[in-house]
């Protein structure tokens, strides 16, 4: 479903699939304990659940059979029945940690021939997307994506497009070209990023019928079994530089019309995450720019107000005793060490509405050596275009907001 009338918001401006923030029912707080669920999913490799799973189910198993092992020793059997019950015993543990051992080494071989492949195509299907967990976690704050004006217009005006049901509203983007796509702020969990691109909760295949999502994420991140096949299974890649080539790269890759969403900002803007502070990681970045020049893709400017407002953390400003902590660790391990306000025991999101504003495309020549001046040149014009995006809409979607900060 698609609205274009919003109250207060520039004109042509498109909500797709509207969302509302639901009462406090049984329903919502139904809908809340998906949501920690999936929270934990996130913030928490499946791995370590499953590892201390196995630990405690083999611990009280084992301990089971024993003590029926010893209450059948006890009972005055004769001594052949005795026999029986302990080899029994023996054979039903036997039995039980070679299944479950079993299955941890086939995943492991599985993860040995697997290295790598987040760095090409992954294994992205639609099966994963199309979860209705997403659309309940969604739900939840709630989530969703704004077409803005300047992009419904860019689209109108692209000769030879057309979106069947929505001719007249959003024909979508030309998939005769690839697409770097900046999303800002990172916030604590880039809620907007896992909804509108890596979930169809939001129906982002049926808003941009031509183009292919991507997301960018840590390379770190593809290092936890279990956890990295969800997110392979999702559509997400590495934001390494190799990787993000063979998706824009039109002499590495030949298919045009992938959308790849990178948060420029990375670990660094997480710290900077408060409630009402749009504080962009951005004067430092410069490859994000160089590569949009280097592959002729056009970049395209996100913002998701809100997104920084869901989850608190300890206020630590720069320069601060915890701040030099927090930066001296990430030095060293490239992650960083945020120390959220916790709710229900875990790091659970407050329910506050996030908008996920999409701008329009900045075309970009192909220039393979670009110089610093044309890089800072597009640089330049991509804060205009990302700065004017939030005034235009931070009075709308988080009016107590303060102004957008660069650092």
Same mark, same amino acid.
Request: with cysteine; hydrophobic share 40%; aromatic share 14%.
């Given at each position: ?77 004769n001594p052949n029945s005795q ?55 969604a739900d939840f704050f709630p ?57 169809e909760a939001n129906c982002f ?72 502070? &749009?504080?962009?990681? *951005?004067?430092?970045? @410069?490859?994000?720019? $160089?590569?949009?020049?280097?592959? %002729?893709? !056009?970049? +395209? ?80 014009? &991509?804060?205009?275009? *990302?700065?004017?995006? @939030?005034?235009?809409? $931070?009075?709308?979607?988080?009016? %107590?907001? !303060?102004? +957008?900060?660069?650092?």
């Amino acid at each position: 479903m698609i609205i274009e009338s919003l109250p207060n918001a520039p004109p042509q401006t498109i909500i797709v699939k509207p969302r509302v923030l639901l009462p406090g029912s049984k329903k919502s707080r139904f809908k809340q304990c998906i949501e920690i669920c999936a929270t934990a999913l996130i913030w928490i490799p499946l791995i370590c659940y499953f590892m201390v799973l196995y630990s405690l189910a083999t611990y009280f198993v084992y301990k089971i059979l024993r003590c029926v092992s010893a209450s059948a020793l006890s009972s005055g059997a004769n001594p052949n029945s005795q026999a029986e019950a302990a080899s029994s015993t023996n054979i039903t543990i036997w039995s039980y940690q070679t299944v479950l051992w079993g299955l941890i080494m086939l995943y492991a071989v599985y993860y040995y021939f697997d290295r790598g492949v987040e760095d090409r195509d992954g294994h992205e299907t639609r099966f994963v997307r199309n979860w209705r967990l997403w659309d309940q976690y969604a739900d939840f704050f709630p989530v969703q994506m704004i077409l803005s004006d300047e992009l419904v217009k860019y689209s109108r005006e692209q000769a030879g497009l057309s979106h069947e049901g929505n001719t007249n509203s959003f024909p979508g983007l030309p998939a005769d070209r690839n697409y770097l796509v900046g999303y800002h702020p990172h916030g604590m969990f880039v809620v907007g990023v896992l909804v509108n691109f890596l979930t169809e909760a939001n129906c982002f295949s049926k808003t941009f019928p031509n183009l292919k999502p991507w997301v960018a994420g840590h390379h770190v991140q593809f290092f936890y079994p279990l956890y990295r096949d969800w997110l392979l299974y999702s559509g997400c890649t590495s934001v390494s530089r190799e990787a993000l080539l063979y998706h824009i790269d039109p002499d590495m890759n030949k298919n045009k019309g992938n959308f790849v969403v990178v948060v420029v900002g990375g670990a660094p803007e997480m710290l900077e995450a408060h409630p009402g502070r &749009y504080v962009m990681y *951005l004067k430092k970045r @410069f490859g994000f720019f $160089k590569l949009a020049l280097e592959t %002729g893709s !056009s970049l +395209i400017p996100c913002i998701s107000f809100g997104e920084p407002g869901i989850v608190g953390q300890v206020w630590n400003p720069p320069g601060s005793k915890l701040r030099r902590l927090q930066e001296f660790g990430m030095n060293f391990t490239r992650i960083p060490f945020p120390y959220p306000v916790f709710r229900y025991f875990f790091p659970v999101p407050r329910r506050k509405p996030i908008n996920t504003v999409i701008g329009a495309p900045i075309p970009c020549e192909r220039i393979l050596n670009p110089t610093n001046e044309q890089v800072e040149e597009i640089k330049q014009l &991509y804060l205009e275009r *990302l700065e004017g995006l @939030f005034k235009r809409y $931070k009075d709308v979607y988080d009016p %107590g907001a !303060s102004e +957008i900060v660069f650092i």
